[in-house]
């Protein structure tokens, strides 16, 4: 990758060293060990660069978007408790036929949905937004007050932060080409109340439409933030500590586990850990594209 002026320009004000992909030359001495790579070594990603985090801006007592808390682990399901991974049962509302379906009847879909008891409350569903066909696609947890006023994932302080990351990496959620236009959707499409933590029959009666949604975007890289994105995605209930800095997958395509936004606006600490998972997911990508 390289750099523009307006994007070394912007790198400096949020506090990020740019950069360079492993093509530009020798890698630096002392920089990490790749990450081990699960279930697919052949696509090992390259070493991630060490770099300062973005600049995080100031946390309001209310700038949670959803209501991670991290690093407890309180897994719906787990691979390794046979329990907890016991099928929920199913809402005779769920739309059906949502495997076949194309953009615009998933979209339908989930506007008249009323699959769990989340429908009751909301002001908006929120599908998603970014390009259908985008490199990278960032999976959230459950829209939160404002998310589900504006109908939009990750607005607020958590969504500033988020937008500065990708536009870190040269990514964004604004109009722009497949390359660099993410596509960014959440596990549950309406708020639960309260900002509460998802139920385990609500994720599971939302969890078709973001396997379709990944199915039509076909991402190069899914990056899951926080807890519920993980434990949806990698049916695990490890916590995020544990799976960070390895290449994990989800129905074969490459996912990187890190924080949520909101989670580090409150653990500012963590922010240079959220950008190093950021960096092996730029590498993973690049690897992906490369092969
Ligand atoms: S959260 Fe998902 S499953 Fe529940 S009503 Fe909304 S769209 Fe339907």
């Given at each position: 990758m390289s750099w523009d002026p307006r994007q070394l320009a912007m790198l400096k004000e949020i506090g990020v060293l740019p950069w360079e992909p492993r093509d530009a030359g020798p890698a630096d001495e002392g920089h990490p060990q790749a990450p081990a790579v699960e279930a697919?070594?052949?696509e090992a990603p390259a070493q991630p660069r060490q770099a300062a985090a973005p600049a995080i801006p100031a946390a309001p007592a209310a700038a949670r978007q959803t209501p991670t808390q991290e690093p407890p682990q309180v897994p719906p399901r787990t691979t390794a408790d046979p329990a907890s991974v016991a099928p929920v049962a199913v809402h005779a509302r769920r739309p059906t036929g949502v495997e076949q379906m194309d953009w615009p009847a998933l979209r339908e879909a989930v506007a008249g949905c009323?699959?769990?008891?989340l429908c009751n409350g909301r002001r908006n569903t929120v599908f998603g937004v970014g390009h259908e066909q985008a490199d990278w696609m960032i999976v959230g947890e459950a829209p939160g007050e404002q998310e589900d006023l504006k109908g939009e994932p990750f607005v607020g302080q958590a969504g500033k932060l988020l937008d500065n990351m990708l536009r870190s990496l040269a990514?964004?959620?604004?109009?722009?080409p497949s390359t660099h236009q993410v596509f960014i959707a959440n596990v549950l499409k309406c708020r639960p109340p309260h900002n509460r933590n998802p139920e385990p029959e609500e994720v599971a009666q939302c969890e078709p439409f973001l396997q379709r949604q990944v199915e039509l975007v076909q991402p190069k890289i899914i990056v899951a933030m926080g807890r519920f994105a993980v434990q949806s995605l990698l049916r695990t209930g490890e916590p995020i500590g544990r799976l960070r800095g390895r290449v994990h997958r989800y129905h074969g395509v490459p996912v990187i586990v890190t924080y949520h936004p909101a989670y580090l606006l409150r653990n500012l600490p963590d922010k240079a850990k959220a950008w190093e998972d950021l960096c092996l997911a730029a590498d993973t990508a690049a690897a992906a594209s490369a092969g």
């Open positions: 697919a070594p052949a009323q699959a769990c008891k990514l964004t959620r604004s109009e722009a």
